[in-house]
């Protein structure tokens, strides 16, 4: 790790000085990147499956920032916060012991963590599973029968705690590996796995099949539940949540007349209520936010019951 600059150990306050995970290789990323030690603490993995999503949704929630390269600590220029790259797999733990306040990772990293954080939402993405695995020729459909057996895992702690509702006698044998998975049946190592299935892509070309489900998982938006940020933390919960929501809908607006009010409300009848205006021809202006999925099938009922002037529009952001 390069050494980095004196801030970096000696100005972010102590819960932070522990990490060593932070490299700053440029005097002129100090002076735009110093941390306040008063900012609220925001974890977000550095890499990995999770990345580019978890940027884009900061950009969506007004979390502005610049990180020059190879630099793990960038401050918001919006907001008292400090955002800290880190690996997803640290992430949990650090957010746990109140080394950081808040912080995006996966739900199954959480589950390995075995610490206590608050889930404050789930974000929607980075959807799999964490299944158990075994090789198509072997023969086993259960769990169960691997109970015993060598399994492999990058998830030892769930792993280690799923098996032993089977173990009757021998304890299994779970070996901790940080990738790769997959190939360890093949490579005579294991007789079963523990791993992320996202597409199953990987799995079939390794010639496994899954025989059981321990829990599906997404990313999702941990706080440390001792955080003296409440107030931060909840302002900056409340723009996530306005940004995915605006990512789910649209907003339609159209004209209609007075008889088929009631028919319109029926179709679109929006997060809670649709917004009703009355023209100065005697007829409606509605608007109500719709689900994307669902907006061509609305289009078309509309149009049926004699809407007019029917308008889709983009939903840039919103609170709910």
């Known amino acids: 790790m390069d050494a980095g600059p004196a801030w970096c150990m000696a100005t972010i306050e102590p819960r932070v000085a522990s990490l060593t995970h932070f490299t700053v290789n440029s005097s002129a990323a100090m002076n735009m990147n110093a941390p306040n030690d008063d900012n609220l603490l925001f974890a977000v993995p550095k890499k990995g499956r999770l990345h580019d999503k ?32 880190l690996p997803a797999a640290d992430i949990a733990t650090f957010v746990g012991e109140g080394k950081l306040d808040i912080g995006i990772t996966g739900q199954d990293i959480v589950a390995e963590s075995e610490t206590t954080v608050t889930e404050l939402m789930p974000l929607g993405f980075g959807r799999c599973r964490l299944a158990v695995q075994a090789p198509i020729a072997s023969g086993i459909t259960s769990a169960a029968q691997l109970a015993g057996k060598r399994i492999v895992t990058s998830f030892p702690v769930v792993a280690e705690q799923f098996f032993q509702r089977f173990e009757a006698g021998e304890k299994t044998k779970i070996r901790y590996v940080s990738g790769s998975v997959e190939a360890a049946c093949g490579l005579g190592l294991a007789d079963g796995i523990v791993d992320l299935v996202e597409t199953g892509t990987t799995m079939r070309a390794a010639g496994l099949e899954i025989v059981d489900t321990i829990l599906e998982t997404q990313a999702v938006l941990i706080a440390n539940p001792k955080t003296t940020k409440t107030a931060l933390v909840k302002k900056i919960h409340q723009r996530i949540l306005g940004y995915i929501t605006a990512t789910k809908y649209k907003m339609v607006t159209y004209n209609i007349s007075r008889d088929k009010v009631d028919d319109a409300k029926r179709i679109t009848p929006g997060r809670r209520s649709p917004t009703v205006n009355t023209l100065t021809n005697g007829d409606f202006s509605i608007s109500a936010m719709v689900e994307k999925a669902n907006v061509s099938d609305i289009m078309d009922q509309l149009h049926e019951i004699g809407a007019t002037d029917i308008l889709l529009l983009d939903i840039e952001n919103c609170r709910v």
């Open 54 to 85: 978890i940027l884009k949704l900061l950009e969506g929630a007004g979390l502005d920032y610049y990180r020059p390269s190879r630099v793990d600590i960038a401050v918001c220029s919006s907001l008292p916060v400090t955002l800290v790259f």
